[in-house]
């Protein structure tokens, strides 16, 4: 390795042996074309007959519906039942995130006595989200969930993908707060996913 | 007599054969690669100093980004170097569980091996039809952890969840009718282990397929027959791994030599191969996608018949289940430590390594008791093999290095890191 | 740890006399630390005598032992003020008098830098892991084993890259993984995790243009350190690394 050994041109040769069987050259591009020619012919007939026949989605026009149901998709912010977020500012959302993009204001409201702390500002950086599910593994409070949706905002700049608070509430506005959790290790109990 | 001079070329780093970001400088005698000097890096993101930045759970995320087409093996040495150092073993569910996403993850990287080499040296089909039978093993990821490649799916103790019980089922759409919908959903109807083992079953038969189009194929022989040839010293003096070391002839794989999760339980074989040169190799990969494809299937059979837990019950480890931390003040303390700060490894140094598919992938985590670890190196197979590409490709012509980059099997998010 | 591997070991140790220092592990993994002087002798050696025939270098960590055991935040008694999640600039811990500073394990008697090999033998199916440190000074230096094993190439172009560490003998010390013209060795602990500078294309000026970094380090979690009785306490002992 210390030295470069001078170059000596190889000879090169790897033309493999072939019996007569090979020689004959049909046999062999027929056993190649049954293949893919069956494959080609089948789609051909679905497609003569108004059918689909390849698994592709034609993207624009047909959109998977077959996502799982716990899908890591786009994340959502509950509702209390009056619209306002169920998010109580506890930021563990944000100390968990692998990637750092969770930013959380908490303010005080004084005229809820039940729930005083609530966020005057909650982003999320979709130009640095990783969709690892640690947030919603983490909130004590079910107020953040990853639902099953494409989430595909792409953008030309990436200061335009910050989602505030306000779309994350109400893109698809979510309440139900009985909701089964995502359980750690084993299926909550009595919950259909 | 014209002088004859040597052409410095560059290849890539937006190659579509270069497999994402290799940028090679070639050094060329007519059309024979005299020199060759990988430059890497440009995928570099330093996800070893990262997770010495974080807690130790925040960084498993991050290993499926390293060697992006075998994700839960990265996850699975990762975890692994966290369970040696804590002193924790998995369940044995959990085990049988990771042993088979292993599995699925093998036939995962292997197919896509398989397409995007053979489109690299004139296959075009196999790129489809490779990619027809990973949809459903995608699929497979999607329904027991949420996301079709980055899974965060191992935890240390376990995984995350068990097995669901449904799977997600196509939707009647204007281009599908109900017939085909109804077809397509046969093998979706029941858990995920019932779809599991439907593949198993039709895979065997794609396999042939393959090999139908691509084993004899006078083609494929000639672009793959006597390149690229390491002999076994030279391989293992190379620090290869992985199919490629036993497509040298070693017989080496982790697996069998130092078995972990549920490897000592289920039954295989272990391909080897005989000249060392890229037709070994993918004869090598190619077997592989059958003997994953039985291990699955006991593992499918195993885990029908044996449900239990699939994470330690460590409340210092792993958080509490949701509802016990909704009506448990203690499990609640343990809820906020966990996600806050998680938890304290002992300090000590374990290296544990898994046979992804590319070879052998290694975590050596270095603690110093905190809550962080204080180093974490990973062993990438791609690696080492990257590096001996000069070595194998000199003397040969420059298409040769497609086909020894193709079988090589690299993928630059381990090399770079 | 198995008799066959504490046989292995005692064989190690005696065959190599004072070079080699065995290191207790965790994990059952054999460790030792070889003198940097002696490190090309002790690998050809185990590469070739047939009692131990490590035949492969699986890999070759740089570590950088300058924050080995300090943390962040102090675990020992409380604070009357909390852990400002996300907003803290720097946690150096200068900068703030109530983080815990010493380093618990004390100190390497000046060393800082090593490199870690992790040495594998098919033919025996056994691991070995080999720990050098770095002769003091700048930059930090090393043998290199390349010739020993050709694998040592690149990791140990890696180190170079990451850490710093020279290696003496390498044909081909170049910087692998950072970018062309790169300042610096960002694996160290004293180099920020956000780098210095970042990269952005000026449509201006027509290229790609260098700049101060603009991101704000946030530090989310503190590093901490707790004695955790749960871990037997005679393996806590902090010898082991050394």
Redesign the interface.
């Known amino acids: 390795m210390s030295e470069r050994k001078p170059y000596v041109r190889r000879r090169y040769w790897n033309e493999p042996e072939m019996g007569w069987y090979e020689r004959s050259y049909f046999f062999e591009i027929w056993r190649g074309l049954k293949v893919t020619g069956g494959v080609f012919l089948a789609n051909l007939w679905k497609w003569m007959t108004g059918r689909k026949g390849a698994l592709t989605a034609y993207y624009p026009e047909e959109i998977r519906a077959d996502y799982a149901e716990n899908n890591r998709g786009r994340h959502v912010l509950t509702q209390r039942p009056d619209g306002r977020p169920q998010c109580v500012a506890c930021n563990m959302c944000a100390t968990v995130c692998p990637a750092r993009c969770i930013e959380i204001d908490a303010a005080f409201d004084p005229d809820d006595p039940a729930h005083p702390k609530y966020p005057s500002r909650f982003e999320i950086d979709y130009a640095r989200c990783v969709f690892c599910g640690f947030c919603v593994e983490a909130c004590p409070e079910d107020a953040i969930r990853m639902v099953k949706d494409t989430p595909g905002f792409p953008g030309f700049d990436r200061h335009r993908m910050w989602f505030g608070q306000e779309e994350l509430l109400n893109w698809r506005p979510q309440q139900d707060v009985a909701k089964p959790y995502p359980a750690a290790g084993r299926p909550a109990p009595g919950g259909t996913p | 007599m014209a002088e004859i001079r040597s052409y410095t070329m560059n290849f890539g780093p937006q190659h579509p054969a270069a497999h994402g970001v290799l940028r090679l400088v070639l050094e060329m ?1 007519g059309e ?1 690669v ?2 060759a000097d990988p430059h ?2 440009l995928l ?1 993101r ?1 996800t ?3 997770a010495e ?3 130790y ?6 290993m499926d ?1 390293l060697d992006y087409v075998s994700m839960m093996c990265n996850e699975h040495a990762y975890v692994r170097a966290i369970e ?4 924790i073993e998995a369940p044995l569910r959990a085990q049988y569980i990771r042993t088979m996403f292993d599995e699925i993850t093998r036939i995962l990287n292997h197919l896509m091996w398989l397409g995007a080499h053979g489109l690299d040296i004139g296959a075009m ?1 196999m790129f489809l ?1 490779c990619f ?1 039978e990973r ?1 459903d093993l995608m ?1 497979c990821y ?2 027991v ?3 079709r490649m ?1 899974a ?1 799916y191992y935890r240390p103790g ?1 995984v ?3 097995l ?8 009647p ?1 204007r ?3 109900r017939k ?1 919908i109804d077809r397509l959903n046969d093998a979706r109807s029941g858990s995920l282990l019932d779809f599991i083992e439907d593949f198993t079953k039709r895979f065997p038969a794609a396999v042939d ?1 393959y090999e ?2 691509l084993t ?3 083609i494929w ?3 793959t ?3 690229g040839v390491v002999t076994p010293e ?1 391989a ?4 290869f ?1 992985g199919p490629v070391l036993r497509g040298s002839g ?1 017989e ?1 794989d982790l697996r069998k ?2 078995p972990y999760a549920a490897y000592d339980r289920v039954d295989f074989d272990i391909p080897v191969g005989v000249n060392g040169d890229c037709y070994d190799r993918y004869l090598v990969r190619v077997e592989e996608l059958r003997q994953s494809n039985r291990i699955v299937k006991q593992c499918v059979d195993w885990l029908r018949a044996n449900p239990g ?3 330690v019950d460590d409340r ?1 480890l ?6 016990e ?2 009506g448990d003040m203690e499990s ?1 303390i343990h ?2 430590k966990h ?4 938890y ?1 490894v ?6 544990a ?1 898994v046979e992804a598919p590319k070879g ?1 992938f ?1 975590i ?1 985590l ?1 603690s ?5 670890p ?2 974490v ?1 990973c ?1 990438p197979p791609g ?2 093999h ?3 590409l000069e ?1 194998m490709t ?4 420059l298409a040769d290095v497609v086909a020894v980059i193709g079988t090589l099997d690299i993928v630059f998010g381990e090399i ?2 | 740890m198995s008799v066959a591997l504490e046989q292995h070991a005692e064989a190690l140790s005696a065959r190599f006399g004072d070079t080699v220092e065995r290191v207790p592990s965790r994990c059952s993994e054999l460790t030792f630390e070889v003198s940097s002087g002696a490190l090309r002798e002790v690998c050809a050696a185990l590469r070739d005598e047939p009692e131990w025939r490590y035949e492969q270098l699986v890999d070759v960590a740089g570590v950088d032992y300058l924050d080995y055991g300090r943390d962040e935040w102090n675990t020992e008694d409380a604070t009357s003020t909390g852990f400002s999640r996300g907003r803290s600039a720097s946690v150096r811990p200068e900068s703030y008098a109530h983080y815990g500073t010493e380093s618990r394990v004390g100190p390497r008697e000046g060393r800082r830098f090593a490199a870690v090999y992790h040495l594998l033998s098919v033919s025996g199916n056994r691991r070995l892991r080999l720990r050098a440190w770095c002769e003091p000074g700048e930059p930090p230096m090393l043998d290199s084993v390349v010739d020993v094993w050709s694998s040592a190439n690149w990791f140990e172009r890696e180190a170079f890259d990451l850490y710093g560490i020279v290696f003496r003998g390498h044909p081909d010390l170049r910087r692998l993984l950072t970018d062309y013209g790169f300042v610096g060795h960002p694996f160290r602990k004293d180099f920020p995790l956000i780098g210095n500078v970042e990269v952005r294309y000026d449509p201006a000026k027509g290229r790609v243009v260098y700049e101060p970094v603009s991101i704000e380090p946030r530090v989310l979690v503190p590093r901490v350190i707790r004695e955790d009785n749960r871990y037997a306490p005679e393996l806590k002992d902090p010898k082991r690394h050394g």
């Not at chain 2, 293992?236 to 620090?239: A, H, I, R, S």
């Not at chain 2, 996600?339 to 998680?342: I, L, P």
């Not at chain 2, 002992?346 to 290296?351: D, K, R, S």
Request: charged share 30%.
């Open positions: 005698d024979v005299q020199k890497v890096g570099h330093a070893e100093k990262l930045s974080k807690p759970n925040q960084s498993i995320g991050y980004r040696k150092l804590v002193g089909t039809y027809r949809e699929d999607e329904a952890s949420g996301t980055h965060t376990g995350y969840r068990d669901p019980d449904t799977m997600p089922k196509y939707a759409s281009f599908r009718g085909e397929e139908t189009l004899d194929n006078r022989k000639q672009r027959v006597n390149i030279r293992l003096n190379l620090g791994t070693v080496w030599k130092q837990p699939v994470m210092k792993v958080a509490p289940r949701r509802e931390m909704k609640l809820h906020f996600f806050t700060e998680g304290c002992p300090a000590g140094e374990a290296y390594a052998e290694g050596y270095l110093d008791g905190a809550n962080k204080y180093r190196k062993r690696f080492p990257l590096a001996a070595e000199c003397g040969h012509m770079d890191r």
